[in-house]
């Protein structure tokens, strides 16, 4: 079955600078790669997704990249605030009613 | 109005006890889901119910029994509870698999 993995585990950036989680998966038939937000004590939200025929998607200071070949895709977050501090889920799903497989997480502190 | 919800939020019980969690969204969507998560923060699906009909049934213990009587609800009862069952419990929603996930505010079930 699919196994997502995710690294880091903990990240500390300073507010302003950027911020990198990168996420691999193990099924190369997974053509369907959300990211999820979990802010302390909160429900999982999705903040951006991306499908395996796009390399590349943005959103405002949110961007994911893609790369089938390496099976690896990458959140980035642009001029970090303190409200982007959370756990950050990168997930990994084949269409026609698959499951979605979460990676372990990656806790953001922004620090300010 | 809230799209997911679910019920009790908190739920604190002894070892061997019966325990029911309810789920329901407001949202039209056709599947459902529960999914734990462990003090590590690692979500994990349990169960998936697409128009009241069992899609998946993760390696769970036969002591959880979900039940969906129509596609808006999805209900959890736990017989015979055990110290490991504690957790938070999140209910979610999607218009169809795998799609985006509409989570609930989630239950912590805390087992002594």
């Known amino acids: 079955g699919e196994n997502v993995e995710q690294h880091p585990s903990t990240l500390s950036v300073q507010e302003g600078d950027s911020a990198v989680i990168k996420c691999t998966y193990s099924?190369?038939?997974?053509?369907?790669f959300p990211w999820y937000k979990q802010e302390l004590g909160k429900r999982p939200q999705l903040i951006i997704d991306?499908?395996?025929?796009?390399g590349e998607k943005k959103d405002q200071r949110i961007a994911v990249t893609l790369n089938k070949t390496a099976k690896h895709f990458s959140l980035h977050i642009t001029e970090t605030q303190p409200e982007d501090s959370a756990v950050y889920f990168c997930?990994?799903?084949?269409?026609?009613?698959?499951?979605?497989?979460f990676g372990p997480g990656t806790s953001l502190s922004v620090i300010p | 109005d809230t799209a997911v919800s679910q019920t009790p939020k908190y739920l604190v019980t002894q070892m061997g006890n019966d325990k029911s969690i309810k789920c329901e969204q407001n949202?039209?969507?056709?599947?459902m889901y529960w999914y734990k998560q462990d003090s590590k923060k690692f979500l994990k699906i349990m169960f998936s119910?697409?128009?009241?009909?069992?899609?998946i049934n993760e390696t769970v213990p036969n002591r959880f029994s979900p039940k969906s009587p129509d596609k808006a609800h999805l209900n959890l009862h736990i017989n015979s509870l055990e110290l490991g069952d504690s957790a938070v419990y999140f209910c979610?929603?999607?218009?169809?698999?795998?799609?985006?996930?509409?989570f609930g505010s989630g239950t912590q079930l805390s087992v002594l």
């Open positions: 979610a929603s999607s218009q169809r698999m795998p799609e985006k996930l509409f």
């Open positions: 099924d190369s038939a997974s053509n369907y």
């Open positions: 991306i499908r395996s025929n796009v």
């Open positions: 997930a990994a799903s084949k269409t026609s009613y698959d499951k979605v497989i």
């Open positions: 949202l039209g969507h056709d599947t």
């Open positions: 119910y697409n128009n009241k009909e069992l899609i």
